[in-house]
């Protein structure tokens, strides 16, 4: 089996891709397939995420202009050096599957292709937000012409048309490292996240510094890339309100769930997501979750009063009382935190490629 992942970069730390990576490394590594990483703007940088020596690689150096729209004159003339280039190493290397793994030109042209091979798309966000732009209603005329749309949910999979959607889930990987029982560990809420306001990591502030009037003893830990410029908004901020000495900026993290499996409590108050990755690897560390209930993301993972916590969307008040009544229930935090474990296993990343593999790759020999 020989597959294709079609992706603009792998230098960059994000969430695509990071799971470019882990389906790269468990294709070749537990299933023996043979699979090429093809991105179209590495520009000679090394990947951030640890690759298998059995993962292949191409550039294609065809490098958009980012700041201009997919269908500027310019990014046209770089799509069709896109197809060109793409196309002579699809002949040569004749692959058994093309997945588009972000959202990228070449996604408007795969399906016309006609390579014979069969195509997937997968989607990393929910078309509950989208917009009926330009761009948007020329993809819903498109997406019908691939073999398999993946989307990440049920939820998500009304919202499609196409009778060949499939969902498959954002796999975990379990952590290696041994994991402190949550009573065990220190008064640390934890958010991994973009510093973006989509995260809305003001309501987050806004809901600390009401729930650390009770709570003095405990710090809140921000992951995330910082030196821009919502980044600079959210740390004055902090400043402003005097937050500094519990309101920690942590920076990139290289190992998220160490960071993870020595706190209590996950926090997430975005106004939209899809299916939040971040929100299983804390639940594999025994990490209960208090989100706010943005639509189709967090709801579709956490179990609401028994693995995490969900409040209505945006409500600042809410959510700092609720942070308050778990923090300060250790029988309902312990129960929260092995029930979190259990539903993470369910996301296992064995149980997610073998959908991968037995209603994909293989499902005609596996019939």
């Known amino acids: ?12 730390h994000g ?3 990071k799971l470019v990576a882990m389906k790269a490394n468990y294709w070749t590594d537990t ?14 940088l090394p990947p951030v995420y640890t690759l298998s020596e059995a993962v292949q690689w191409a550039d294609l150096d065809v490098n958009y202009k980012r700041e201009l729209s ?9 799509l069709w050096i896109n197809k060109k280039r793409l196309l002579q190493i699809i002949k040569r290397e004749k692959p058994d599957f093309i997945l588009v793994a972000s959202h990228i030109p070449m996604t408007y042209l795969l399906p016309f292709l006609k390579t014979g091979v069969p195509t997937i798309k997968e989607f990393h966000y929910s078309k509950f937000y989208q917009q009926r732009s330009f761009k948007e209603r020329i993809f819903e005329a498109v997406e019908k012409y691939y073999d398999y749309l993946v989307v990440l949910s049920k939820e998500e ?19 290696k490292q041994a994991v402190k029982p949550i009573s065990e560990r220190k008064n640390i809420a934890v958010a991994a996240l973009r510093f973006a306001p989509v995260k809305q990591i003001e309501k987050m502030v806004e809901a600390w510094e009401i729930f650390h009037l009770q709570n003095p003893s405990w710090e809140l830990h921000l992951f995330g890339e910082t030196g821009n410029e919502y980044f600079e908004v959210i740390q004055e901020m902090v400043g402003r309100r005097k937050l500094s000495r519990t309101v920690l900026f942590k920076g990139q993290s290289d190992d998220i769930q160490r960071d993870f499996a020595a706190s209590k409590v996950l926090l997430m108050t975005s106004g939209q997501e899809c299916f939040p990755m971040v929100i299983l690897e804390a639940q594999s560390c025994g990490v209960p979750v208090v989100s706010f209930d ?4 967090p709801r579709n993972i956490i179990n609401h009063g028994k693995n995490g916590v969900l409040l209505e969307l945006n409500n600042v008040h809410a959510f700092a009382q609720a942070l308050h009544e778990l923090v300060n229930n250790p ?3 312990i129960e929260m935190s092995e029930a979190a474990i259990q539903n993470a296993q369910e996301y296992n990343i064995d149980s997610v490629m073998d959908i991968w593999k037995n209603t994909i790759f293989e499902k005609k020999i596996n019939a």
């Open 15 to 17: 969430g695509i891709e």
């Open 294 to 297: 943005s639509p189709t993301g």
């Open 70 to 78: 997919f269908f500027h004159p310019e990014n046209l003339k770089k």
């Open 31 to 44: 299933f023996g397939y043979e699979v090429k990483i093809i991105s179209t703007e590495q520009n000679n």
């Open 331 to 333: 029988e309902s935090l």
């Open 157 to 175: 999979k009304t919202f499609y048309t196409s009778p060949d959607t499939v969902v498959i889930p954002n796999p975990v990987i379990p952590t």
């Open 1 to 12: 089996m020989k597959i294709f992942i079609l992706i603009d970069q792998l230098h960059s």
